[in-house]
């Protein structure tokens, strides 16, 4: 062990109060102060790519967001026509029930309710044989005219059965 009378004279060691001073001081010095971001080395530059981060995906999202809403609204009108018969049909079958999972005793009604879903079917057939027909890119006159029809006639049917009383919502 090390005793410091070998090494130094006694006016050169530190008396007991300058020995303290001495000692708090090195500990201020190499004590860390514990921050809300300790663990981090430079919070400033952190926070500065936190928030460069939020601004990027932010603008990002806006530009996709426009881009889509862009090409939507370059769609000629009779390819918005039917994506809007599409959707009202999708968002009419999504409210009311299942006809598929009508009660036993309204099936027994004549074959009607039978006759009305069987309807509905093949025209759920023709749409989708008729969509994949054109693919959104043939604009004839026809064969949109014809699929607006098919539409038209599906939600009629609809519209009948919940004013007959055959769907109950």
Do not use: C
Not at 7 to 30: C, V
Not at 61 to 73: E, L, P
Not at 90 to 113: H, N, S, T, W, Y
Not at 115 to 126: E, P, S, T, V
């Amino acid at each position: 062990m090390i005793h410091p009378d070998k090494f130094y004279r006694p006016d050169e060691l530190p008396d007991e109060r300058t020995r303290q001073r001495l000692w708090r001081g090195i500990e201020k010095q190499t004590k860390q102060a514990r921050s809300f971001l300790s663990f981090i080395s430079d919070a400033r530059s952190f926070a500065y790519g936190i928030a460069a981060t939020v601004l990027l995906y932010l603008s990002t999202v806006g530009a996709i967001t426009i881009v889509k809403d862009s090409i939507q609204n370059a769609q000629p009108a009779v390819v918005q026509v039917d994506q809007a018969y599409q959707s009202a049909i999708k968002a009419f079958e999504q409210i009311m029930p299942r006809l598929v999972a009508a009660p036993r005793e309204q099936q027994d009604q004549g074959g009607e309710l039978l006759a009305r879903k069987d309807q509905i079917l093949m025209i759920d057939k023709a749409i989708e044989e008729l969509r994949q027909e054109t693919k959104n890119n043939d604009l004839s006159p026809i064969k949109r005219t014809r699929l607006r029809q098919l539409y038209s006639m599906k939600l009629q049917i609809l519209i009948d059965m919940i004013d007959n009383g055959e769907i109950e919502l």
